[in-house]
């Protein structure tokens, strides 16, 4: 993942603004398994940052936008979640998103850690990350699992996800 920097651990704290963006995270994580982009959307800052193996640099709307999309075309789609901690301003969780690829028909189960920064009781900054290769072996199968790992399937993979991205936003009106 490029990323011009690396989100730090939460720190223990119990304060009510570690509470809250504790809470934030599992409302999140609750909205991704109801598959509820809108409030998923929500819960980032106007400015905010993504970034993850895939979609390595969304800002502003996008992210919410990225999460609108994936989550209106998830299927056969499901969610775990764990290990949500935060701080006054950051925080981390582990998540599993079992689903099929739209593209091939092939089942994925990603495996992803997520740092967040917060600001004004929002996400800021989240970055996902996972490992590609694995991902498209799954998802692309022996395409995949021979040419993955190459920064020319890589790029092609991003290339069709910010474009796709690019179409959703422009049938948004955005």
């Known amino acids: 993942m490029r990323s011009a920097h690396t989100i730090p651990s939460p720190q223990a704290s119990d ?4 509470q809250a963006n504790a809470q934030l995270l599992e409302n999140f994580y609750r909205a991704f ?23 390595t640099d969304l800002n502003g709307s996008e992210p919410g936008d990225m999460w609108r999309m994936l ?9 775990v979640f764990d290990g949500i901690r935060a701080d006054e301003h950051s925080g981390e969780a582990h998540w599993v998103a079992t689903y099929t690829f739209s593209k091939t028909g092939r089942k994925v189960v990603n495996d992803i ?13 989240h970055q996902d ?19 993955g790992w190459s920064g020319l399937v ?21």
């Open 15 to 18: 304060s009510p603004a570690a």
């Open 129 to 147: 990350s996972f490992d590609l290769w694995k991902w498209s072996r799954q998802a692309l199968g022996a395409p995949g699992y021979v040419l």
């Open 154 to 174: 890589q790029g092609k993979i991003r290339r069709l996800a910010a474009k796709g991205l690019k179409e959703f936003r422009k049938q948004q009106g955005r």
């Open 71 to 79: 989550t209106q075309n998830a299927q056969d789609f499901s969610l």
């Open 33 to 55: 398994q109801r598959c509820d982009g809108e409030t998923m959307a929500a819960s980032y800052t106007a400015d905010a940052r993504f970034s993850d193996p895939v979609f």
């Open 113 to 125: 850690h997520a740092r967040f920064s917060f600001r004004d009781g929002r996400i800021a900054v």
